[in-house]
């Protein structure tokens, strides 16, 4: 099969920018509460952010290091980083539009305020001065710039001030600029008191007391201009796993260089003048295409703490609480329910909660002699992680696979790979070369005698919070043959020797890319011989040439193609005589849509469902261990249906048509009923209330 020639793909950076449109487009949408929309601002900024982080970085480092390798759409790095370039500037200019000419005002009529400082009146402006001189001022380090008194190291995303100033200091100095680095600690946004405010909820940014006050640190010099900054640094670590021999030890000293990476943007007040933007871009070694000038805060991600202080339900998502499946509800036993049959978890609508009871029984239960399970992201204060350092204090065969290298959770992991190593668990770091990246547990219990294996298999993290954020599937057994299969892949992981072969499981990076592959090769045969044939498969990205090969043929025999990808697709679907039998969507809506999930109509005359762990990308196919469990059950395979698949096939509210061209056209309702598949599954599964 021949791979897919660059003008039938789409940009993986642009692609992702495309995706960053749609989630803006929640900000612009008028029927959407109206604290969630100013999340969504948020939301935007921080992926931007990790987008700089990251993928532009990569392309800068292409374009320093003179590279010539195109992507797979044929664009050299430059070529990439200037559609980038110009792509952005557009969004994040679109992002403070809504955020000055929409959001904040119609916040301020519903009575929450963000007090500007040219409006603020006697009372409010002298809190203000207190609170400068109370709380700020004592913190703050100004840095006059001189020949002793070189640029600072400015840490990745931090606030800072660049002054300009006239006059001379005490001793005689006159250098005309200095910088004021704004801690950490310190609140972005502070909400002043009701009675000073003369509103219910009145806030001032951080960066407006700053410039107003900015005077103070710098006596008898006259402030000529302060203009607030932040620089995004590359972040991404570079660990040699083949040259180290303590991975754990080499990345905790790698972490805190990550604060000082090469520069790839600087965000400046729009108010900046000229020549202090060329001596900002001039000290970060940066070009005119990375300056963003913004009307605003710079980041715009500490904003998202204000809705929690606001108490204005109408103006939120309406509060709900997880379903419990009905076996579990009764808090009975939980491994004999899973011996009576499966049990498929939907979250978030259904809850998290039967995830920590496995691990939390499995720790606390004499019978269970080991547990085993992967981590990648779990959280800083997470109960499953404190179920395992229990349970090995107890005694039990305690084994833990833990990503070091999962991108900015890697202190997080390896905090809790020390504690499990304190209290006597085995801690594997993977593979060198492939991240870990399957949802996996394995409890082994001693029943009747004999040994008896239960596993929970996910398309999440086992991560408590975000199990109420995302969307994902996840299954509890003791079938033998997926518990033996979950069993084999902790041995292959912890120790050495060849892949045997799986019953049930496909497997990164040894057979999930050929069983894709095939199934999507039978489809196209049964098309061929005119049998039924379908193909729906849900996922965040897809990217791997050879899938999209494999895509592309079988829509040309005739193969119907539904594609659910919430993020980049690089696939071109609606090309006559290549594509025209596929369809893509992507759902954008309350929830970020997490699962994977894989539908072939005919394979030996039996629908297959499938779940993953796995995107349909290539460091997922090559360079991951990843996961992919066939649902046996038929009646939990309908359900994987119903609520996966076909909910967001009829989704016309939240859901975008992807063109030919690569962009993306919102569905309507102007004809038909309005259907949201997120609202919906909320109205069926779980119920309305807060925990």
Known sequence: MSLPSPD???????????????VLAQADDAEMPLLERLKFLCIVSSNM???????????????????????ADGLTPRQQYRAVSDTAHALVARQYELLNDDVIPALADRGIHFLRRTHWNETQAAWIRDYFLR???????????????????????????????????????????????????????????????????G???????????????FAGMTVEGCYQFRVTRNSDLFVDEEENKNLRETLAGELPQRHFGAAVRLEVADN????????????????????????????????????DWVDRPELKFTPFIPALPARLSKKEDIFEQIGKGDILLHHPFESFQPVIDFIEQAAADPNVVAIRQTVYRTGTDSKLMQALIRAAQSGKEVTVVVELLARFDEDTNINWAQRLEQVGAHVVYGVVGHKTHAKLALVIRREDGGLKRYAHLGTGNYHARTARLYTDFGLLTCQEELTQDVNQLFTQITGLGKAGKMKRLWQSPFTLHGEVVAAIEREAENARAGKPAAIVAKMNALLEPNVIAALYAASQAGVKIDLIVRGVCALRPGIAGLSE?????????????????????????????????????D???????????????PKLKKRVIAEGLKPYLRDNVQAW???????????????????CAQADLLALISKPGKL
């Open 49 to 71: 952010d990790e987008f700089f982080e990251v993928r532009v970085a990569g392309l800068l480092e292409q374009i320093r290091a003179q590279a010539t390798q195109r992507s």
């Open 203 to 217: 806030f001032v940014f951080l960066s407006s007391i700053l410039h107003a006050h900015v005077g103070e640190l």
């Open 135 to 201: 709380e700020l001022m004592p913190v703050l380090t100004p840095v006059g710039l001189d020949p002793s008194h070189p640029f600072p190291r400015v840490l990745n995303k931090s606030l800072n001030f660049a002054v300009e100033l006239s006059g001379r200091d005490a001793f005689g100095r006159s250098s005309g600029a200095a910088v004021v680095q704004a801690p950490r600690a310190l609140p972005r946004v502070i909400r002043m008191p009701e009675e000073v405010a003369g509103v219910e909820y």
């Open 619 to 633: 460091r997922n196919f090559f360079r991951r261990i990843e996961t992919c469990f066939p649902i046996l059950n």
């Open 581 to 617: 039998n596929i369809r893509v969507r992507s759902v954008v809506g309350r929830f970020l849509e997490h699962s994977r999930i894989f539908y072939f109509k005919n394979v030996d005359d039996e629908e297959l469902v499938y779940l993953s762990s796995a995107d349909w990308m």
């Open 8 to 22: 039938t793909l789409i940009n993986r950076e642009l692609g992702i920018l495309a995706f960053q449109k749609r």
């Open 657 to 675: 048509e992807m063109q030919s061209d690569g962009s993306f056209r919102r569905k309507t309702s102007r004809r038909a009923q309005a259907y």
């Open 272 to 307: 900046c003048s000229e020549s202090m933007a060329n001596f900002l871009l001039e000290q970060f070694e940066l070009d005119r295409d990375a300056l963003y000038q913004v009307h605003g805060p710079v980041n715009l991600v500490r904003l998202m703490q204000v809705p």
